[in-house]
């Protein structure tokens, strides 16, 4: 297997809210598709949103449970300004602060926040991360 990955699909409650959130507030391009799917191009990974009942059944699993899922998605950045200025629009536009941003034991800032649907992400600035 080649080392990538190509696609991260969202299971979320509510399809138009999601779409507006992640093109308005996060200010992802998004990639013309049908009605019933969004996907945002993320260099060579995209991300999917697409009903969370619907991808349950794809999967062959219940749709229902809560909690935490076991998996943060990350969005690192190039100062600490930024990770505030991140924050604050995020909390703005319907997202929910998880974890105030703070200086991190690896030598790092770094918050979370919760998407319209309970999905974390992290907002970080590492001056040793490569990718920003």
């Known amino acids: 297997?080649?080392?990538?990955?190509?696609?991260?699909?969202?299971?979320?409650g509510n399809l138009e809210r999601a779409v507006r959130f992640y093109e308005k507030v996060l200010r992802l391009p998004r990639i013309p598709t049908p009605p019933t799917v969004a996907f945002f191009e993320l260099g060579k990974t995209w991300?999917?949103?697409y009903p969370r009942e619907l991808l349950a059944a794809d999967a062959g699993v219940?749709?229902?449970g809560s909690g935490f899922a076991g998996i943060t998605l990350a969005h690192n950045v190039r100062s600490q300004k930024h990770v505030d200025?991140?924050?604050a629009e995020v909390a703005?536009?319907?997202?929910?602060i998880v974890k105030p941003a703070r200086d991190t034991?690896?030598?790092?800032y770094a918050g979370y926040f919760s998407d319209p649907d309970g999905f974390l992400w992290e907002v970080a600035y590492n001056p040793q991360f490569p990718h920003t």
């Open 1 to 12: 297997m080649e080392p990538r990955l190509s696609l991260v699909t969202l299971g979320v």
């Open 47 to 49: 991300l999917s949103l």
């Open 62 to 64: 219940p749709a229902e």
């Open 85 to 87: 200025a991140l924050m």
């Open 92 to 96: 703005s536009g319907g997202g929910r």
């Open 105 to 108: 034991e690896w030598g790092g």
